[in-house]
C-alpha cells in the first residue's frame, strides 16, 4: 500500500510538470566569448539579467527594453525598482543602476591578495547590502 501511494504521488508530480508551458526561448547578445551569469525576474514582470559583457531588461514576453555595456557576474533588484550588480574581475565591482539601467554609483572592493568573488548581493532594510561570496587572503 505505502509503495502504491509514492507511486501515485510520483504519477502526480510527472503528470502536472507536463503541463509547463515556455513563455518564450530567446538568445541574447553575441556568439563571441559572452556567459549568462544572472536573471532575475522584475518588479513589471520582465526580466534583467547579465552576462560578461551586458545587463539587459526585457519585457514579460522577453523583448528587449535596453541593454547597457555592464559587465554582470550576479544582479539583483532594490527597492527603488533600480538594480544592484556585481562583476568579478579579479576585484569585485559593485555598480547601482536605476529602472532604466543609467549607472548611479559604482565602486570596487579590492582588498586581499586573491580570490575575491561576488557570489549574490541583497540590499538590506537599512538601505545597505550583504554580498556572499569568497575572500581569501594569506596577509
Not at 557576474?73 to 547601482?96: A, E, L
Not at 579590492?110 to 547590502?129: K, N, P, V
Request: charged fraction near 20%; glycine fraction near 10%; charge should be negative.
Amino acid at each position: 500500500m505505502k509503495r502504491t501511494f509514492t507511486l501515485f504521488i510520483l504519477f502526480l508530480f510527472v503528470c502536472s510538470a507536463s503541463y509547463a508551458q515556455i513563455s518564450f526561448d530567446k538568445t541574447y547578445g553575441t556568439l563571441a566569448d559572452e556567459e549568462g551569469n544572472a536573471v532575475y525576474q522584475t518588479w513589471d514582470g520582465g526580466y534583467i539579467m547579465g552576462d560578461s559583457k551586458h545587463l539587459v531588461k526585457t519585457s514579460d514576453s522577453g523583448i528587449v527594453e535596453w541593454s547597457k555595456p555592464i559587465p554582470v557576474s550576479y544582479v539583483n533588484i532594490t527597492s527603488d525598482s533600480g538594480y544592484i550588480i556585481t562583476h568579478n574581475n579579479g576585484d569585485i565591482d559593485f555598480t547601482r543602476v536605476d529602472q532604466l539601467g543609467n549607472i548611479i554609483w559604482t565602486t570596487t572592493y579590492s582588498l586581499g591578495l586573491w580570490a575575491r568573488e561576488a557570489h549574490s548581493i541583497e540590499e538590506t532594510s537599512d538601505g545597505g547590502y550583504i554580498v556572499g561570496g569568497r575572500f581569501q587572503d594569506f596577509s
